[in-house]
C-alpha cells in the first residue's frame, strides 16, 4: 500500500503544535463511559498505528489518508461495514474534538464517505432449542456459568452491562427481583428478573452480599475474554455447527428474537434491550423474519 506523505503545500491544519495526538485522545476519552471508551481507545489505537506505518502525524491527517485507511479496512482486512462506519464515526469524533479545542483547524473526516449499513443483520442468532441446549450446558458447567448466561439470554443485556454489574445491584421492588445497570451511554435502568433467573443468581452467589456480581476465584471481575472463551466450550458441545462462531451478542440477539416470537411487543423488546429506535430492534429480527415468513412458500403452496 502506497504511503500518502503530508503535502506541505497544503494549509496547516495544527493550531497548537504543543498537543500531541495523544494527549488530544485521552482528553477525548475522558467524556465518556468505560465501556464506550474502551470502544474509541481501541478504534484510535488502530489508527494511531496506521499512522505510524505511514510516517504520519495523527494531527496533521487528511481526508486522503482516512480514505486510505478505510480502504485498507474494507478491501485489505475484510471488515464488514458496519465495523468500518463505526471507526470512522471514532476517528470523527476525536477530531472534532480537536477542532473545539483549537488543537486543529478541521476535521478530517467530516467529508469522507462511510459505507452503507443495511437494515439486516447476517446473524440470525439462536432458535429456541438452540438456546436451551446452551442453557442446559451452562447449568452442568458451573452455577457461576449458569447465572451469567442466563442473565445475558433472558434479559438480553450487553456484555458489559452484566459483567459491569455488583452484587449490591440486586435489589427487589414491588415484588420483582431487580438487578440495577448502566445502560450504553451511562444511563441507569432497574431491570426486572424472571424467577428462574433470579434463583440462577442466588445459587452463585451463596449469600455473598459484597463485590462484583459476577467474580474469579480471586475476587476479581471476570472479564469478557473469559466469557468467550466459556460461551465458544460451552457452544462445541450444546450447538457444534456454531462452536467457532458463537457471539455474546447472539444471546442479546436471541432476547429479541425469542421474545417477539412469545408474543412480546416490539414496543416492550426496544425498552427492554435498551434501544433507542424501533428500527435497531426490528434489524435483529428481519434476518430469521425473511427467512421463516418470505411469500415464497405461500407462492409454492399456491402454485402446486
Not at 143 to 162: D, F, I, P
Not at 276 to 298: E, I
Request: proline share 4%.
Amino acid at each position: 500500500m502506497a504511503v500518502l506523505p503530508v503535502d506541505s503545500s497544503y494549509p496547516a491544519l495544527v493550531v497548537r503544535r504543543s498537543e500531541t495526538a495523544d494527549d488530544v485522545a485521552a482528553a477525548f476519552l475522558l467524556g465518556y463511559e468505560a465501556s464506550t471508551r474502551r470502544a474509541y481507545e481501541t478504534d484510535l489505537r488502530e489508527w494511531f498505528q496506521f499512522c505510524a506505518t505511514h510516517r504520519l502525524e495523527p494531527l496533521e491527517a487528511r481526508r486522503a489518508h482516512v480514505d486510505l485507511f478505510a480502504t485498507k479496512l474494507r478491501e485489505h482486512d475484510g471488515r464488514a461495514p458496519s465495523t468500518v462506519a463505526r471507526k470512522l464515526s471514532s476517528l470523527s469524533g476525536f477530531y472534532r474534538y480537536a477542532v473545539d479545542e483549537d488543537v486543529i483547524v478541521r476535521n478530517p473526516v467530516s467529508a469522507v464517505r462511510r459505507p452503507k449499513v443495511g437494515s439486516e443483520t447476517q446473524s440470525t442468532g439462536l432458535d429456541k432449542d438452540e438456546l436451551s441446549a446452551l442453557l442446559s450446558a451452562a447449568r452442568k458447567d458451573s452455577s457461576r456459568t449458569y447465572a451469567l448466561v442466563m442473565l445475558l439470554a433472558m434479559n438480553g443485556l450487553r456484555v458489559a452491562e452484566a459483567l459491569g454489574a455488583d452484587v449490591g445491584d440486586l435489589s427487589t421492588e414491588r415484588a420483582h427481583h431487580v438487578i440495577r445497570i448502566r445502560r450504553k451511554g451511562g444511563m441507569l435502568a432497574t431491570v426486572p428478573l424472571a424467577p428462574v433467573t433470579a434463583q440462577a443468581i442466588a445459587d452463585y452467589l451463596e449469600g455473598r452480599t459484597t463485590g462484583p456480581l459476577f467474580q474469579t476465584s480471586t475476587g476479581k471481575r471476570l472479564d469478557q475474554a473469559t466469557l468467550w472463551r466459556t460461551l465458544r466450550r460451552l457452544a462445541a458441545t450444546a450447538v457444534p455447527d456454531k462452536a467457532l462462531t458463537l457471539h455474546p451478542h447472539d444471546l442479546r440477539h436471541a432476547f429479541v428474537t425469542l421474545s417477539l416470537d412469545a408474543g412480546a411487543s416490539l414496543r416492550d423488546v426496544q425498552d427492554a434491550a435498551g434501544h433507542a429506535d424501533p428500527r435497531t430492534t426490528r434489524r435483529y429480527d428481519r434476518a430469521r423474519y425473511n427467512l421463516d415468513r418470505h411469500p415464497t412458500y405461500k407462492l409454492a403452496d399456491l402454485v402446486k
